[in-house]
T-cell receptor, first 116, second 113 residues
Framework: DTEVTQTPKHLVMGMTNKKSLKCEQH?????MYWYKQKAKKPPELMFV???????INESVPSRFSPECPNSSLLNLHLHALQPEDSALYLC???????????????FGPGTRLTVL | KQEVTQIPAALSVPEGENLVLNCSFT??????LQWFRQDPGKGLTSLLL???SQREQTSGRLNASLDKSSGRSTLYIAASQPGDSATYLC????????????WGAGTKLIIKP
């Protein structure tokens, strides 16, 4: 199974709402990633978890809060977002034998987020 | 600082043609290079991963080459089909970073029936 799943597919939220994005993989990968992608741009790395520990936080605003409950799941908690946070949020996973990006990254289908 | 460039930004060709997509990078000290495909509004699909010690990788009608000394990779698509229409992105894995990829901006490919 080489699939990364993400829910929901679409999310519309107001600036005062709290919501969560979910990601799951069953490939035995121990590195999981959140990316943000704006239209016609490449993905921007937000967070990386390696062995369920936060390894990279690319200076992401605190209104985005990641969580890795176990080796298969990755969440992104959203609170007090701004309209400019509207984007496609992508989850990815890879092996993490000390050198995660040196292994192939597999992406989920993404969550299309709109902040009103 | 590593920079990755993909030229052209868009390409339109008739069905059946063989074509080449280009990816160039400024620092040859890369660990690997990955080619992805992205359909509109969708996630990324990994096509090919080339380690820095390799010269090429093949998968079906796709062939990716890597020339570190010249800072170039190419993705060759044989006998193109309308279903190949998508944006193709390349991303470079760095020697001194465990998880970060440096991305090109992508080439939007349209295959005309």
């Amino acid at each position: 199974d080489t699939e990364v799943t993400q829910t929901p597919k679409h999310l519309v939220m107001g600036m005062t709402n709290k919501k969560s994005l979910k990601c799951e993989q069953h490939m035995g990968h121990r590195a999981m990633y959140w990316y943000k992608q704006k239209a016609k741009k490449p993905p921007e790395l937000m967070f990386v978890y390696s062995y369920e520990k936060l390894s990279i936080n690319e200076s992401v605003p605190s209104r985005f809060s990641p969580e890795c409950p176990n080796s298969s799941l990755l969440n992104l908690h959203l609170h007090a977002l701004q309209p400019e946070d509207s984007a496609l949020y992508l989850c990815a996973s890879s092996q993490a034998t000390g050198y995660g990006a040196r292994n192939e990254q597999f992406f989920g289908p993404g969550t299309r987020l709109t902040v009103l | 600082k590593q920079e990755v460039t993909q030229i052209p930004a868009a390409l339109s060709v008739p069905e059946g043609e063989n074509l080449v997509l280009n990816c160039s990078f400024t620092d040859s000290a890369i660990y690997n290079l990955q080619w992805f495909r992205q359909d509109p509004g969708k996630g990324l699909t990994s096509l090919l991963l080339i380690q820095s010690s390799q010269r090429e990788q093949t998968s079906g009608r796709l062939n990716a080459s890597l020339d570190k000394s010249s800072g170039r990779s190419t993705l060759y698509i044989a006998a193109s089909q309308p279903g190949d229409s998508a944006t193709y992105l390349c991303a470079v894995g760095l020697m001194d970073s465990n998880y970060q990829l440096i991305w090109g901006a992508g080439t939007k490919l349209i295959i005309k029936p």
